[in-house]
């Protein structure tokens, strides 16, 4: 019997992609999403209708803030494991509208921690984010270093479900693997993102905007690189160890708890301006670049070590930046026809 699969946020993007891989390998998914209107709704609508013609993929539409809709249909579908991914996202939306990253983020991730509490499941894999390493300047970033300054309210709420995450694994002896991602990119990618916004811009004669002149530096990690790493990750559920035990100075496995932390990156930081210049090459267009100051919140760099992600599963993504771009421009002229 195939193994069954609850996702938060199949009509998301990193969910869109990890359950077609997942569905391409014959396990059985179920998704859960609410359709909010943050950016494009058609977009997560098509997501979804390209799962749905697929065997072994049903969906529910819903708020992860609707406890008793979560909790039915988790229910109903009896997963083995499940993937939390669905999430208020963006870090400047948070500056505007911080309350939707509580009830979403916290209220929402709460609630998908009881069901799988109740359920028993093998593995709870939920997303966190690069963003929680905040003010850290120690780079490459690596999962045991302190993340105790995070500088956005959308940083805090994912350091808050990895603190609540351990605590249930802690509690319930709950096998839980917490990822941190880094500026993801791809085909079907989200509108508020960067690349689809350059893209955007550049493809309809609009100016793109460069904060803090540039100088900046993001890990770009291609999406099916980071699916990939999930999927992997599935069959690498977290032990609770012998007390006294000895754990490996690279490992993030927490020494009370079947939970541990994993980045999933490219292991390597480009500078926007030559992403810009990629993104220019790729489309055979010069942008309109509008120099702006640091944007409140943001941070200048983040490069992942992603030592700990090869170590429990011998994968680590290497997608090329400009290969990566390459694919997304084709979708995007290819979805958009021009």
């Not at 039915?72 to 948070?94: M, N, W």
């Not at 500078?271 to 990629?278: H, I, K, Q, T, Y």
Request: glycine share 6%; charged share 25%.
């Amino acid at each position: 019997m195939s193994r069954r699969v609850l996702i938060t946020g199949t009509a998301g993007f990193i969910g869109f992609h990890l359950a077609r891989l997942l569905l391409s390998e014959g396990f059985t998914v179920h998704g859960y999403d609410g359709m909010t209107d943050y950016y494009d709704v058609r977009l997560k609508q098509r997501r979804h209708q390209i799962l749905m013609q697929t065997e072994g993929f049903g969906a529910t539409e819903g708020m992860l803030e609707d406890d008793d809709l979560f909790q039915k249909t988790a229910d109903d579908f009896e997963p083995d494991v499940i993937v939390h991914l669905a999430a208020q996202a963006g870090v400047r939306y948070s500056l505007e509208n911080p309350r939707a990253y509580i009830d979403a983020n916290v209220v929402g991730t709460f609630n998908v921690m009881e069901a799988a509490r109740r359920h028993e499941v093998d593995h709870l894999l939920m997303a966190s984010t690069s963003s929680v390493y905040g003010a850290n300047t120690d780079m490459p970033f690596v999962e045991t270093h302190k993340a105790d300054t995070p500088l956005t309210i959308y940083a805090a709420t994912k350091k808050a479900n990895e603190a609540m995450g351990h605590s249930y694994a802690h509690l319930w002896n709950l096998p839980t693997t917490m990822f941190r991602f880094f500026t993801v990119y791809g085909p079907w990618g989200r509108p508020d993102m960067a690349l689809f916004k350059f893209v955007d811009a550049i493809q309809n004669g609009r100016p793109i905007d460069i904060y803090n002149n540039g100088d900046m530096h993001r890990d770009f990690t291609y999406v099916e690189d980071l699916v990939n790493g999930i999927r992997l990750l599935i069959d690498a559920a977290p032990v609770r160890p012998e007390p006294d035990a000895e754990i490996p100075e690279w490992d993030s496995l927490s020494p009370v708890a079947p939970w541990r932390v994993v980045n999933i990156g490219n292991s390597d930081t480009v500078r926007l301006l030559d992403f810009v210049e990629a993104i220019e090459d790729c489309m055979g267009m010069k942008a309109q670049r509008n120099y702006m100051e640091m944007q409140k919140g943001d941070v200048p760099a983040t490069w992942a070590d992603a030592t700990l992600l090869r170590e429990l599963t011998g994968y680590r993504p290497q997608t090329d930046v400009r290969d990566g771009i390459a694919k997304f421009v084709a979708w995007y002229r290819a979805y958009y026809d021009v």
